[in-house]
């Protein structure tokens, strides 16, 4: 394991060198990008989704096409003008998930997201935004810094269990990674985002604590590009301009 990088410069005041950053690490944090308001008023959108008031607490796929709270956050125009950054061009949606992460929830598997999506290189990354404090005992994220520079890489199957609370596709597979690159565990604050190259290798702790680890995914893609819809995801483009 090695010790955790992370870029000095913000999006918001330096976005040449903080691009720089992320194009070299293959992820971004951003702090105070949500205000504890809006963390809270996204949590309880999130126990509002039919889901959960049934008490079926597994991550829940596309809230933005149920609610307008999450529509919202998506098109949080920090967040476009930031990913269109990013991809190299106007950026679209794709896709959005709420992660409740209730106590005992098992971790996400090593993963690209493009291994899903199957966009061009560089032109599709994730805004991983932490509705709580996140660290490694409560499903704090694992990444491998500049694992996205290796492209697609292979992957074995699992043979795991389901975890009822966990997305469904979580533990089908997990990207094997070249040995030259090394794990990190990740702390994220409230309201932070965690910008996610589309080739970088991650994946999650399981929850050990008894506090609930809440998350809001949202995906985009660089507008013109083509992309995976997906027979589970069912992605479609969300115009944010």
Same mark, same amino acid.
């Given at each position: 394991? +090695?010790?955790?990088?992370?870029?000095?410069?913000?999006?918001?005041?330096?976005?040449?060198?903080?691009?720089? #950053?992320?194009?070299?690490?293959?992820?971004?944090? /951003? /702090?105070?990008?949500?205000?504890?308001?809006?963390?809270?008023?996204?949590?309880?959108?999130?126990?509002?989704?039919?889901?959960? @008031?049934?008490?079926?607490?597994?991550?829940?796929?596309?809230?933005?096409?149920?609610?307008?709270?999450?529509?919202?956050?998506?098109? @949080?125009?920090?967040?476009?003008?930031?990913?269109?950054?990013?991809?190299?061009? +106007?950026?679209?949606?794709?896709?959005?998930?709420?992660?409740?992460?209730?106590?005992?929830?098992?971790?996400?598997?090593?993963?690209?997201?493009?291994?899903?999506?199957?966009?061009?290189?560089?032109?599709?990354?994730?805004?991983?935004?932490?509705?709580?404090?996140?660290?490694?005992?409560?499903?704090?994220?694992?990444?491998?810094?500049?694992?996205?520079?290796?492209?697609?890489?292979?992957?074995?199957?699992?043979?795991?269990?389901? #975890?009822?609370?966990?997305?469904?596709?979580?533990?089908?597979?997990?990207?094997?990674?070249?040995? +030259?690159?090394?794990?990190?565990?990740?702390?994220?604050?409230?309201?932070?985002?965690?910008?996610?190259?589309?080739?970088?290798?991650?994946?999650?702790?399981?929850?050990?604590?008894?506090?609930? &680890?809440?998350?809001?995914?949202?995906?985009?893609?660089?507008?013109?590009?083509?992309? &995976?819809?997906?027979?589970?995801?069912?992605?479609?483009?969300?115009?944010?301009?």
């Amino acid at each position: 394991m +090695q010790q955790f990088t992370r870029s000095t410069y913000s999006f918001k005041n330096a976005p040449e060198k903080a691009l720089a #950053d992320y194009l070299e690490l293959g992820y971004h944090i /951003e /702090e105070n990008v949500f205000s504890h308001q809006e963390c809270q008023a996204l949590i309880k959108a999130g126990h509002d989704l039919d889901d959960a @008031k049934n008490n079926i607490f597994r991550p829940y796929m596309m809230p933005h096409r149920q609610n307008p709270v999450f529509l919202e956050a998506m098109k @949080k125009p920090f967040l476009v003008n930031t990913l269109s950054i990013l991809v190299g061009g +106007q950026a679209a949606g794709l896709q959005s998930e709420f992660f409740y992460c209730k106590p005992e929830t098992r971790g996400f598997s090593l993963h690209q997201d493009n291994f899903y999506v199957e966009a061009a290189y560089g032109v599709f990354a994730s805004a991983w935004t932490a509705l709580t404090d996140t660290y490694p005992e409560k499903g704090g994220l694992i990444i491998y810094p500049e694992s996205h520079k290796a492209g697609n890489l292979p992957v074995r199957k699992l043979h795991l269990d389901t #975890d009822a609370a966990q997305d469904p596709n979580a533990n089908n597979e997990e990207t094997i990674v070249p040995s +030259q690159y090394s794990l990190c565990n990740v702390a994220i604050p409230e309201g932070a985002v965690l910008f996610i190259h589309g080739h970088l290798v991650h994946g999650s702790n399981p929850n050990k604590t008894n506090e609930w &680890r809440y998350v809001l995914l949202n995906t985009y893609i660089k507008s013109s590009e083509k992309f &995976r819809a997906g027979r589970y995801a069912k992605r479609a483009k969300v115009e944010l301009v």
